[in-house]
């Protein structure tokens, strides 16, 4: 998902989390359950309050500074007003845009992830990604996770650049998406543990509208790059879930058409690019 800003889109994300759900409590994980329980409340850090469960062990912390310091390199190369990378600064960096993957850079699907458009654009990103990606990677595991981010974030970018082909894209919010397709994942595979259903259901329809009214709410916002991005989430999350526990009965089968959605997307949709002209 991309925020466009003049001739290019950088992609956004919303800070609001949906938890792991507990079949015995149904509920969403709060200060009581969170990652600094039974601490000495003096013994609390900031971040942690901030960021539950920062550890520099985690890999989105590493994939976050990476981002922050080619921010900085990408204005060293060149900057407008309000610190923005140039357009020339950010397509020698690796932003998507159409007409040139189009004429075989393929990279310019992963790159962006690594790109951003302003100081907030990379602030409210990196914080989200964070805040999300903190418990799902210490419940995934670090190569688990790393595939649901990356996987996600490319199929976000493939969605959008087949979709909106003229416009350039960067931003982590397509892999910042694919963390809360995961979510969405996780609630359904559980969905048959869950006894206290009608208030998982009115969570996630607050949750679904914080994401419309942010998604539709900001200009110059791509909403492909974000629906991409979710989409690339949920179906990597059912892929990576085989070792779950108390699976539904659907799993094998939802597995199969995780697979077949996927593939169907990445081989679409590159296609359509493919066949696109090379100007706009």
Known sequence: ???CNHQYCCSMA????IGDYRSQRDELPGPRGGAYSGQNPNDIRFIDMLCPGFKWKHSIIWISVVQVIIFIATLAYGYGPGLKPTFDALMTFGAAYGPVISTGHVWRYFTPIFLHADPFHILFNVFFQIRMGLP???KLGMPRFLALYFVAGIVGNIFSTAISYCVMKVGASTSGFGLIGAQFAEVALTWHLITDR???VSNLVFFVL????FSFGTPHLDIWGHLGGAIG???MTMLLSEGTENRPDWFAKGRMFSVAALVTIVVGCVAKVFAA???C
Do not use: A, Q, W, Y
């Open 277 to 279: 002209p090379d100007k």
């Open 136 to 138: 799902l990677e210490e």
């Open 233 to 235: 989430g949920f179906f």
């Open 1 to 3: 998902e991309t925020v």
């Open 14 to 17: 919303n800070v609001h989390r």
């Open 198 to 200: 009608s208030r998982v």
């Open 210 to 213: 914080i994401m419309v009214l």
